[in-house]
């Protein structure tokens, strides 16, 4: 028995102060069952990504209830799944299971974040959130104050890479030139003015090599996949891709940056698919400098050979290995417990034939690819699927 | 197939100011490895269910990394559930399900709550988070001040209860004298004074009819379950309860308080069990007129018959239906995240006849019921689970 997608929905993504988590994820959803052809009677679970709603909002303990309140989904079993970066799509893994159980024919996951609030402090503490809190208060000097900790983790492991690869600041232009111009043609996207290499590397400086265009923004928005079992499907005349492997994998005290590969390896080996097969990739780039270092990282290219993606080409819609048509976090969005669903969304919209103008030739596999949360030595969380048209 | 809990483990439950949930947790996790037989690699998923972490400590986005950070799960799978007090038993039936899936042999669930601080309104105010914050905050007049919001909403069910069913005050302490009792005989209670009738009665009243002892205190505590299939279990000579059906139901908009009827109903009919084989009940006593109300709707007594059930000595540990042996949540204690997975705990020991002074007489079927959370008119979130010996 296998998991189909049947559905997908989102709201537009970016930065809207008045508009609360529950407007957003009601869009999502109302879209999502309308694509399946279904409703909301017809859903037996849902699960709701979330990552920072306590924090933001003050709302902890019925997020998926008060997240779905104005939905389709109202009184249907519920439940709120939170994994850092990796919040919703850990909340599709579990989905996955629940279809796979034979418990459940049709399963809804919903990954939702407000982040913006009139209190701009909110969304800097929230992110800090995904660190250890205990160990940053313990730390001496930082009073506990939130500071921008993921840019700083990023940039670090940028400058260790560029030294070791030769990528340079110009690379990371480059990916942004590129999703900012996918993101243009992408309705949701939260970025749509393409920027130029020369844009990028004349904002203002974050962390170096980062500048403000390469780290994805705080944003808001919500994304929902209808997930059923192949016997429904049938049943019901309904298609979509077929999920051949979901993922989940979280930080070992010495993981050394090793999550992605480690669970990438057990990815292929599970769906029985080589790194070659894949089609397309939308990938976790919360800064770009990761659409150079994971793929290398997810053995889609050689070690080292990460920087030939973005000089040659192939990761543009229409090249050889197109990698976040959506736009990816730095211009979809990445509003933190929505990004793994609209990763997936993209995927299967466009192993579907939807995307329009940044619709990617032919896919047969899609990879969505996310980590996030830092503990250890590493990323805290990392989630990998494998969809097949 | 079927789900059988083959490890239990817990921390004492109490109010431990200096303990981090880390520590309880890793305690837990320990306990329920040993009592298993197995080694964290064994397990293949984790969940941990967990309510108030990022409204208590500042800790979101990884609270399972965090919870787990010190225990033997570290670098398994894991992501966090969150469902108001049906945290850990959502993440219980999530495990179910993933069990059932047959792409997991073991998953453990850890049910974790760390409520004190030295900052007691934290506490209050995220309890106050199982209400819908921004109904909350748009309301005239309380500028969103946090309120004992909860012991408003099951005061004013007893006084209902209590005019139509004769259920006295006297009813009620009765329960916390049984309870406290029970909890006396268990090594892990909040509460281990057995008090009397009249100390209830003349404690602190917080809003009437409820005193103080009547009402499930502020704690900290963690349990841990070990959950296989049963093909594992027969390979490895392992042998415990099996879940016979585990519901999530989550509050419908026209709910007027029926969402644990109906999942009660839809439970036994699932389990092809019927009411009267239920041996012991663990149940969801916040306040201690639950004890008395709950059974009615759970379909064990007629309407109107809940009150006969403490007057009778029916739910004493020696009686015909014992009703939380454990002490319940007035005793054993109430952290908020880690309750479901504690009643959970007690029913497979009791199950397992390894309760010592508390032990009930050769239990076949045990019934853990909890509900927590408001939102529109009722419990947003509604748990009942099914074991059998």
Chains 1, 2 share one sequence.
Do not use: W
Not at 132 to 138: H, I, K, M, T
Not at 299 to 306: E, F, K, S
Not at 339 to 364: F, K
Request: hydrophobic share 45%.
């Amino acid at each position: 028995m296998e998991t189909i997608i049947i559905g997908t929905g989102s709201s537009r993504f970016g930065m809207f102060v008045d508009t609360p988590a529950r407007t957003l994820a009601a869009e999502a959803v109302a879209e999502a069952l309308k694509d399946a052809g279904l409703e909301g009677k017809d859903v037996g679970l849902v699960l709701v990504g979330n990552a920072v709603g306590g924090v933001v909002t003050g709302q902890e303990m019925i997020r998926s209830q008060t997240i779905l309140s104005q939905s389709l989904l109202v009184g249907r079993p519920m439940a709120a799944v939170e994994n850092a970066c990796a919040s919703s799509s850990s909340a599709f893994y579990l989905a996955h299971l629940a279809i796979q159980s034979g418990m459940h024919d049709v399963v809804v996951v919903v990954g939702a974040e407000k982040m913006t609030s009139t209190d701009r402090t909110l969304a800097t503490k929230a992110l800090a959130a995904a660190t250890d809190v205990s160990l940053r208060q313990e730390a001496a000097g930082d009073g506990g104050k939130p500071r921008p900790v993921f840019m700083e983790i990023y940039a670090a492991n940028a400058r260790n890479y560029m030294a070791r690869s030769g990528a340079t600041a110009e690379d990371f232009a480059d990916v942004v030139a590129k999703n900012t111009r996918n993101g243009s043609l992408n309705p949701i996207a939260q970025v749509k003015v393409p920027l130029s290499r020369e844009d990028v590397l004349n904002a203002r400086e974050i962390v170096a090599p980062l500048t403000r265009p390469m780290c994805a923004g705080i944003g808001d928005g919500a994304a929902a996949i209808v997930l059923c079992s192949s016997g429904f499907a049938r049943a019901k005349g309904k298609k979509g891709p077929k999920v051949r492997t979901s993922l989940l994998a979280s930080a070992e005290i010495e993981d050394n940056h090793e999550i992605v590969s480690r669970t990438a390896a057990k990815a292929f080996e599970a769906a029985g698919i080589s790194p070659e097969d894949v089609s397309l990739v939308e990938l976790h780039d919360a800064a770009a400098p990761a659409e150079i270092m994971v793929p290398e990282e997810l053995l889609l290219v050689a070690q080292g050979d990460g920087p030939s993606l973005i000089r040659s080409g192939a990761s543009r819609i229409d090249g050889r290995l197109p990698i976040n048509p959506s736009g990816g976090l730095t211009a979809r969005g990445h509003p933190v417990g929505a990004t793994g669903a609209a990763q997936i969304v993209e995927l299967a919209n466009q192993l579907r034939g939807r995307c329009g103008p940044r619709q990617v030739a032919n896919p047969r596999i899609g990879l969505a690819e996310n980590a996030g949360g830092s503990i250890f030595n590493g990323a805290a969380a990392c989630m990998i699927t494998l969809l097949e048209a």
